[in-house]
């Protein structure tokens, strides 16, 4: 008798996982120790990330008092940090394709810790902004590590590692958040920076340890016009997005950034085609699969963001003006930890829901959770309860969605594009984050009159539907772009590899024993169909 293709995929994980293997069928290469390591100290990299982001905007108000500068240059501490992020991320990911993969994980650990250490010393706010700088290049080593677990773990292990990778660092920024406060509150704020290089630090000798050598990796070339033109692009757009509410979105100075972003890039697209070398391959971008994987990025970091930034902000706001709460910002930051708590379970539920449903319905599921969460903000808010139960919602939603996002990636490209193609994914996200950080601003800013300086409630309401549209439009993304599963092709996807596979589709008969026969990478939407039918490539 047939087995349903979902009990064919877990037989096939299983089956894998016991022998050892990875995806692919090639040896671990690790030792017992090293395979058993591996995921706890790159997981220390993720959370290494959240903490990054999350020493940046609640001490702006206190670097911005100590250093007698105002609020809005106190901003560069964040700002700088997620322009770093977004221009060498793309870099180091292509480094990370290479033979030395390794090493650029060590650098990008040890540059953390040198950031965090000149963030500290006191006296100076352009010590400290270099050094945060610094730190954001650490940014660009999460989707190296989802590229070392997928081609060193077995492949069931491989497939939930990329998704505990994916949602630390999205779930760990509602746990920094409050320390952040903590420390605000009761310590000096140069102690938040001592400790994101004592933590990088940890992370890196672990890392020399644990992570294996990949000197066996094809050498991977970049093409320096092309690194310069994204480097400065990427600079332009993100500098426009982080001060646009600052600077006003009609101001000379932000139209001009944007009209250097469009031309640079523009170049940069000109130059990739015509390279060799790519620093971002733009032909495996045209995937349908990697495609809607971007653009869920994008479109869930608006979502995400936006929300964080309401909560935050309504949180503090004086019950005076009707409608806050009126609370400091340590309780703002611990009302962001159901966020978190309940992203790190919902990553283990979207395992569950794909064995029943198949993988398709995962990042769609997400998004109408978080959607939920946003129509719950805009009716039940007049409590902390309320806004928590809200945050936990969000958190279900957002585990489902950032679980499975790097799978929609993974699917489709080679296994030595890896780190590059989640790389420009990593970057989607830095855009959403911006982009719904400034929307929130940019919403409330538009719904403020008077001389408190606060918002009229109307403007929560107009974003909180905002953010629901936003996050409903990238379930419609997730579902759609990438394709229907094609009935003559379903049944006869491999079932034995992971999502976190190599590339190509292996094409298996349903007998356990047969040889598997590599298929083409290509235009193919094959290899990236079958999930309606719980076929895992």
Sequence with gaps: MTQHPAAQQREGRERTARAGTTDSGVETGLSPRQERLLLPVLTLVGLLISLIGSVGAPLVPTLARSYHISESTAQWSLTITLMSGAVSTPLLTRLGDGPHRRAVLFAGLMAA???????????????????????????????????IVRDHLPAERARRAVAVLSVTAAAGVGLGYPVTGLIAKYLSFHIGYIMVAGFAALAA????????????????????????LLVVGFGAFMLALSEGVAWGWAS???????????????????????????VVDLRIMGDRAVLAGNLTAVLAGIGMYLLLSLVVRFVQ???????GLGETVLVAGFVLIPFSVLSVVSSRVAARIEDWLGFRP???????????????????????????????IAGLGSGCVFAAMPRLILRSVPAAQSSSALGVNQVMRFIGFSIGSALSATILSAFTHGG??????????????????????AGIVA???????????????????????????????????????????????????????????
Aim: with cysteine; hydrophobic share 50%.
């Design 113 to 147: 810790v040198v950031g965090g250490a000149l963030a500290a010393i006191p006296g100076s706010f352009a010590l400290l902004v270099v050094g945060r700088a610094l730190q954001g290049a650490a940014n660009g080593l999460l989707p190296i590590a989802m590229s």
């Design 452 to 473: 408190l300086g606060l918002p009229r409630v109307g403007g929560y309401d107009i974003a909180a539907l905002t953010g629901a549209g936003v996050w409903l439009t």
């Design 479 to 537: 579902y759609v772009v990438p394709g229907g599963a094609r009935p003559d092709t379903a049944s006869s996807l491999a079932t034995a590899g992971s999502a976190v596979g190599p590339g190509p589709v292996a094409a298996v008969v349903p007998d356990p024993a047969a040889a598997v026969v590599p298929a083409p990478v290509g235009g193919s939407s094959d290899r990236h169909d079958a999930e309606q039918d719980g076929a895992d490539v």
């Design 205 to 228: 000798a672990l890392a020399a340890v644990v992570v294996p050598s990949d000197s066996d990796r094809p050498r991977r070339r970049i093409d320096p016009r092309g690194a310069v």
């Design 317 to 323: 706001t004086p019950r005076s003006s009707g409608y």
């Design 362 to 392: 995962v990042i769609p599921i997400g998004c109408i959770v978080f959607v939920t969460a946003m129509l719950a903000f805009r009716f039940a808010r007049g409590s902390l309860w309320e806004v928590c139960l809200v945050m936990g």
């Design 252 to 278: 000379v100075r932000v139209l001009g950034l944007f009209a250097a972003a469009l031309v640079l890039l523009t170049g940069w697209v000109w130059q990739e085609r015509r390279t060799a070398h790519p």
